[in-house]
């Protein structure tokens, strides 16, 4: 039973949106709790060395705040992205637990200290020195950014592995091409994400009078200066990427460059605001406004991950790992050998399907598609191949990483692929209760032939060729 | 399986089996003061039979030192167990990567429920240690108490379910056909129950430290009592709680036998046969010195630290022993040879020396923590 994972049916929902929204939810949450650290570090330096005493009060109601929301739905989301990955691309999540099982196991010894040093602050700070709550949220603080440290080497390395494709070296898989401009980037992000976060906390603290709570907003605006250096990180980090993810990013798919203009919009708009209106102009923003800008931050996130997710088509893991948790190296071996004849497990409600051929083109739709697609639901292949007539279909399948480049190779035999056809077919026409049964051999040889003609490889490496 | 677990093993299954065992002990006594803790909240804001002996009149169970405790420390459990539980679940995912993946999958939604109930369950651990509280009617309260230790034990029930399916790989298709995943409702049912009444020893040792701490703390009762009568409620809640621990225990071994018969032949001859049979010697001796460590406790009036110490190491030893015979059933009824591979294979991958450095360098720094809070310089 190797290789084989049950699929779920998620109804009209793609298992990739549900990961979606586990991890934007995730990542907001986690990068405040980073952010947050440093920002009550700074805090706390003003109120200790008299330069706001103001920041004393802040720091006490900010670090409430952070518990309750980052200790318990950032530590428990994180939790959650773990299990999301395995119902969406269990082939994934293990490939990457596997490769880098120490550093996660890092990452957890430095959780252990964000959680104790935390705590500690947060039931003593007031039985302790000025000197000492610095030192423990400074302790705090480099705890929640090391955990930063150490999952964006994971992350990045799923887009630019670098020297690691060659050597499987950790470290070069680690400190991959993606890994500083990624890391510095999303710093930046963090602290922009608490500051505002900030604002909203003075906003709502009932013993700040306004001039105490302008000082504040001002202060926490600080922390949104480092925004200056977005487009240069950024800039950066799409050079780091593969031409084609590029690609994709600035222009190669709509979608795409929608939530990447997105992204850069929303981070504009806060940045100028930060900059121009609350750092130069010391101006006031109250908490409606505060809330706003938040909500672009978290546009702004939302754009960013999906573009960081989907740039890495037709991959999950680049050169590694097909979306469809197949290896680029199985797909001539599938193609001979067939996708689903190991397959243990039945299509559920098979008793519903007309005959074995669409019973295996159900088969082959799960095995091959649906972690990014559905039947007929959200990004569904019913509707994205409507147009096209029988035999297109066919074409347009055997040779998939020609018709869109973003998509995998076909790793399944010409029989195969002609029930995936007949399974679309029949839904298409409103699943009817019979269906004609069998295969035109010259249908099959016909697909085979087209396979032949697109190869194995995916869409890029023929281009580089 | 001929060879003693771990060490008969193979180098790499063998340290993976180790580190896994050890993490998933830190996990499962900082889980089992949460599940029990919260039970017994529950059970004394159902039940608050007050004592004679308060200068206010009687203290309502809610206000004793127990419940006080476990309103304050919930929360900060909660979050440790979660954390502590991050690294087993980590390296369950280099040793059954194909069982645990499976059996998540196959229960889908079911599975995930439980990212929200605890959230949920956090939160109203937080609400339960909030002042406002007070102020709320005892419908309400006990309300909360209820869905916090039900939250609670819905968890414990996904995981256990989780567990007995990711074991049958015969039934996985069956099971995907048919949505349904308990295969076996008593297997299910006494596994649940031995882990559930094995929670309390736990959480009743770590309340045993805690209650001696409160002793010295007089701060923390001088709202309900005078110092002669907080002590007395002290003492009593602690032999009350060792009373617990112990019939609890006797319970969860009892419930483990019964479990061990509804093993099938060949992973009750393996945990009876050189794989096992160290490991439920070493159960049952901890689990003597333990008894007769709360026997002594409950009939002390001070509570002897010396035994307090021997009982603590003890339920370690024996936490450890219960987590190895769990590892000798699932290696019985997985693919051995698969699970070899592919640890053999986990171990090529460098890292290790980084997490060692690493765990040395922040354990020192958590140990610098709470030597900065123990020394509690006046601000």
Not at chain 2, 243 to 270: G, H, K, Q
Request: aromatic share 12%; proline share 4%.
């Amino acid at each position: 039973m190797n290789n084989f994972y049950p699929v779920n049916d998620y109804g009209p929902l793609m298992p990739g949106l549900v990961m979606a929204g586990v991890a934007i939810v995730h990542v907001f949450l986690a990068q405040f709790a980073v952010g947050g650290g440093l920002l009550l570090c700074y805090f706390q330096w003003l109120a200790m060395t008299g330069r706001s005493e103001t920041a004393r009060i802040f720091v006490n109601g900010y670090f409430r705040i952070l518990v309750l929301i980052s200790f318990v739905l950032g530590a428990l989301t994180g939790v959650g992205i773990w299990f999301t990955s395995i119902q969406v691309s269990a082939p994934t999540i293990g490939q990457m637990v596997f490769n880098f099982h120490w550093v996660w196991a890092t990452e957890w010894t430095f959780f252990c200290l964000e959680v104790v040093a935390g705590y500690c602050f947060y039931r003593y700070h007031t039985q302790l020195s000025d000197r000492t709550n610095l030192t423990l949220l400074i302790l705090y603080a480099f705890a929640a950014w090391m955990s930063l440290f150490w999952i964006n080497g994971i992350l990045s390395w799923q887009l630019t592995p670098g020297d690691w494709l060659a050597s499987r070296s950790l470290i070069d898989g680690f400190l991959n091409p993606g890994f500083w401009p990624s890391l510095l980037f999303r710093t930046i992000v963090c602290m922009t994400l608490a500051s505002l976060i900030g604002c909203i906390v003075v906003n709502v603290i009932p013993s700040l009078d306004r001039t105490q709570r302008q000082e504040l907003i001002n202060r926490a605006a600080h922390l949104m200066i480092p925004m200056l250096a977005m487009p240069v990180l950024g800039v950066w980090y799409l050079l780091t990427m593969p031409d084609d993810s590029r690609g994709w990013v600035l222009g190669g798919s709509p979608a795409m460059m929608l939530f990447f203009m997105i992204s850069v919009g929303a981070s504009l708009a806060i940045g100028s605001y930060a900059l121009i209106g609350l750092w130069m102009q010391k101006l006031y923003i109250n908490g409606a406004t505060a809330t706003l800008l938040l909500f672009m931050a978290f546009g702004a996130t939302a754009g960013g991950e999906f573009v960081r997710e989907g740039s890495r088509k037709p991959y999950t893991i680049r050169h590694v790992m097909y979306s469809n948790g197949i290896r680029p190296d199985e797909v001539a071996d599938l193609r001979i050998r067939g996708c689903v004849t190991d397959d243990p497990y039945p299509v559920v409600h098979e008793k519903d399907l007309p005959n074995d051929t669409v019973t295996v083109g159900a088969k082959v739709f799960r095995k091959q598609c649906a972690v990014c697609h559905t039947i007929d639901g959200s990004n569904a292949v019913v509707h994205l191949t409507a147009s096209w007539d029988e035999d297109q279909m066919r074409m347009n399948i055997a040779k998939l990483q020609q018709t869109k480049p973003f998509m995998p190779p076909f790793a399944g035999t010409a029989q195969e692929l002609e029930s995936l056809v007949q399974y679309i077919l029949w839904v298409e026409s409103g699943r009817p209760s019979s269906w004609a049964q069998g295969m035109n051999p010259e249908t099959v040889s016909q697909i085979s032939r087209w396979l032949d003609e697109a190869g194995t490889e995916p869409a890029e490496a023929r281009s580089i060729r | 399986m001929n060879q003693m677990f771990p060490i008969g093993f193979e180098g790499p299954l063998a340290f993976y089996l180790v580190v896994y065992v050890l993490t998933l002990v830190v996990h499962v006594f900082l889980m089992a003061y949460v599940l029990a803790g919260s039970l017994w909240l529950a059970w004394v804001t159902v039940f608050p039979k007050a004592t004679a002996g308060s200068i206010h009149g009687e203290i309502p169970r809610t206000k004793h030192p127990a419940a006080r405790i476990l309103r304050d420390w919930l929360p900060f459990a909660l979050s440790g167990a979660i954390t502590a539980g991050v690294a087993p679940l980590l390296f369950i995912q280099i040793l059954y990567q194909q069982q645990f993946y499976t059996a998540n999958v196959l229960l889908g939604w079911r599975w995930m429920v439980v990212i929200p109930v605890l959230v949920m369950a956090f939160y109203l651990l937080y609400i339960m240690k909030s002042k406002i509280i007070s102020q709320w009617s005892l419908g309400i309260r006990i309300g909360l108490s209820i869905c916090v230790a039900g939250s609670f034990l819905f968890v414990a029930f996904c995981w256990t379910t989780n567990h007995l399916l990711s074991l049958n790989a015969s039934q996985w298709p069956v099971a995907y056909e048919t949505g349904d995943a308990v295969q076996s409702l008593p297997a299910l049912s006494l596994r649940l129950a031995t882990w559930i009444t094995g929670t309390f020893p736990a959480m009743g040792v770590l309340m045993s430290w805690q209650l001696r701490g409160m002793k010295s703390r007089t701060d923390s009762w001088r709202d309900v009592a005078s110092d002669v009568n907080w002590l007395t409620l002290i003492e009593d809640e602690d032999r009350r709680i060792a009373w617990v621990s112990l019939a609890a225990m006797i319970a969860s071994l009892i419930l483990a036998f019964c479990y061990f018969l509804t093993l099938p032949e060949e992973v009750r001859s393996n945990l009876t046969g050189t794989a096992g049979i160290l490991w439920i010697a070493v159960l049952l001796s901890s689990s003597g010195v333990m008894i007769t460590g709360l026997i002594r406790q409950r009939r002390s009036h001070t509570g002897s630290k010396s035994w307090l110490i021997a009982v603590t190491g003890a339920l370690f030893v024996q936490l450890t022993a219960a987590a190895s015979l769990r590892e000798i059933i699932r290696l019985t009824q997985a693919d051995l040879s698969a699970v070899v591979q592919s640890t053999k294979a986990a171990a090529e991958i460098g890292g290790l020396v980084m997490f060692l450095v690493f765990t040395v360098l922040n354990a020192g720094l958590i140990a610098f923590c709470l030597w900065l809070v123990r020394r509690k310089q006046a601000p």
